[in-house]
């Protein structure tokens, strides 16, 4: 269930100069050890809203803005791991923080993975949401597709319309879960253009950079190379898709990264989706809590 919207509490808002960005992000405050969070693709730093709170008694929760996302500059390039994680790196340098644990949804759990390999001594604990896994979207027929090929396929999601059909077709597909925070957060992501037209803030040239990084170096070139606690927190299906063909791929690939990366465990959290922070953003928090309590 999610949490009551009049009682969540609110995070600060701060920015830092991190190279030439200016990043926008979130402190939830607490006194424990810092959890950096990083959002999926074409998200932003709200997506914790709801989890946050259940977090932040144990720990210092940071969730930011990335690069070409949210408030955070619209950078023209720097989509490739090393730019990504070095941002994160130089907010937490920011902070003055050595060392953290660093939760990524979705995209942002691959980031969250390239983190954790290529500044092994800034990360203590890393948790995958249902992403980080790699799940090949290549015809069986084409093992040698390009690049070229694949950019043909992948496009950002359609966030066509204006506000109200946007939010009215967000509502149709959450309705499980929607309620006022829900609708607050999901237009953090977006913004209206000069025809009342609904854009994601993320520039569909941007977007592309990420495909191609995505395309380039895959999450599972690196699963070997991570020296931390590991946390893997898939999306259950609903029992009428558990035997679809796109949800036994996913627990091959679930499988798969538990058995490449050391010191590895997996969480299902069942019958959810996606968004898992959505619709059961108390579950998630305990799943997180548990975890790093044993770190």
């Not at 989890?51 to 932040?56: E, F, I, M, T």
């Amino acid at each position: 269930m999610n949490t009551d919207s009049q009682s969540l509490p609110m995070p600060a808002e701060h920015w830092a100069e991190i190279g030439t960005l200016d990043v926008r992000y979130l402190d939830w405050g607490g006194e424990g050890p810092p959890l950096l969070a990083l959002h999926g693709l074409a998200s932003s730093a709200h997506w914790y809203d709801l989890v946050a709170p259940y977090l932040r008694s144990k720990h210092r929760v940071i969730a930011p803005d990335q690069r070409g996302h949210g408030q955070t500059s619209q950078a023209n390039t720097g989509y490739d791991w090393q730019s990504l994680t070095s941002d994160a790196v130089g907010l937490l340098d920011h902070l003055g923080i050595s060392r953290a644990s660093v939760f990524g949804h979705s995209w942002g759990a691959t980031v969250a993975l390239n983190l954790a390999v290529r500044f092994p001594d800034r990360v203590s604990a890393l948790g995958l949401i249902d992403g980080g896994i790699s799940r090949s979207n290549r015809p069986s027929n084409a093992p040698s597709e390009t690049w070229d090929q694949a950019k043909a396929r992948v496009r950002p999601r359609d966030v066509s319309g204006t506000r109200q059909e946007f939010l009215h077709r967000l509502q149709a597909q959450l309705s499980f879960c929607w309620n006022d925070q829900i609708e607050r957060m999901v237009q953090t992501m977006v913004y209206e253009d000069q025809d009342g037209q609904i854009q994601d803030i993320l520039r569909p040239e941007n977007h592309l950079q990420v495909m191609r990084a995505m395309w380039e170096e895959s999450a599972s070139a690196v699963y070997d190379k991570v020296a931390c606690p590991t946390i893997i927190i898939p999306a259950g299906p609903t029992p009428e898709r558990a035997d679809t063909e796109r949800a036994m791929a996913k627990r091959t690939g679930v499988d798969a990264a538990s058995r490449s990366i050391r010191q590895s465990q997996v969480r299902w959290i069942p019958e959810t989706v996606h968004d898992i922070g959505y619709h059961k953003p108390r579950e998630l928090a305990e799943v997180m809590l548990e975890f790093l309590s044993g770190t």
